[in-house]
């Protein structure tokens, strides 16, 4: 079996200047943050970021946006970040606001290898803007098209040594899903354990998905 266990000083090397990174967590409930705490270090700029949101300015995915290594961000909700909104006021930062579940939905179809997923959500709004429209059986959707990333940060509970991942509770939320939407996974994990000590019916991310585990416990 393929060790995934990497050091934290080690995941530095997967950062690039310029790539596409999903994010995992929920106003920063879930989010790996010894992984982004790597990236500040690394001084890895020009992301694109794809997240549920820009969490606060000092906690989760809004420390990259206040150090300015985002150069843009595809979220649900900033509101809870002064500095994300202040940027995209400025010009400095491009934003693309997303309804949650269409978020959800383009991040499944980039995972699954979809070509988009209907919505009515954001019909006759901003949103429709530059969009492909379609109607069915006489109701109006937009085409809102998958998306993908370089690499996805994801923080679980537990893993096993094969990658397998059990979150926490309401830490789930994003991270199953961007775990499945990028070319490289990188897992944060609290505890880690052999193989076969994770009941199969408890996985909830497969570890065939996942490619490096941080376990900051030891090595």
Do not use: W
């Amino acid at each position: 079996m393929t060790n995934k266990q990497v050091s934290i000083e080690e995941v530095g090397e997967f950062f690039k200047d310029g790539m596409t990174i999903m994010i995992g967590g929920f106003l920063a409930v879930g989010t790996p943050d010894a992984l982004i705490e790597a990236i500040l270090k690394k001084q890895t700029k020009a992301l694109t970021v794809i997240a549920n949101d820009t969490g606060f300015p000092d906690k989760g995915v809004g420390r990259l946006v206040v150090n300015r290594l985002a150069k843009k961000v595809i979220a649900s909700h900033i509101g809870t970040n002064p500095e994300t909104g202040k940027q995209m006021i400025a010009q400095e930062l491009s934003v693309e606001l997303v309804p949650q579940g269409t978020l959800a939905e383009r991040i499944r179809c980039g995972g699954a290898g979809l070509g988009g997923v209907l919505t009515p959500t954001g019909v006759g709004t901003v949103v429709e803007e530059g969009k492909e429209k379609l109607t069915v059986d006489g109701t109006e959707y937009l085409l809102e098209k998958p998306l993908k990333a370089d690499i996805a940060l994801i923080r679980a509970k537990k893993a096993d040594k094969a990658g397998n991942l059990i979150y926490d509770q309401s830490a789930r939320n994003f991270n199953p899903l961007i775990a499945f939407a990028a070319d490289v996974v990188i897992a944060e994990v609290d505890e880690l354990v052999e193989v076969g000590e994770i009941k199969p019916d408890e996985i909830m991310t497969p570890g065939v998905v996942v490619d490096k585990l941080v376990y900051l416990g030891g090595c």
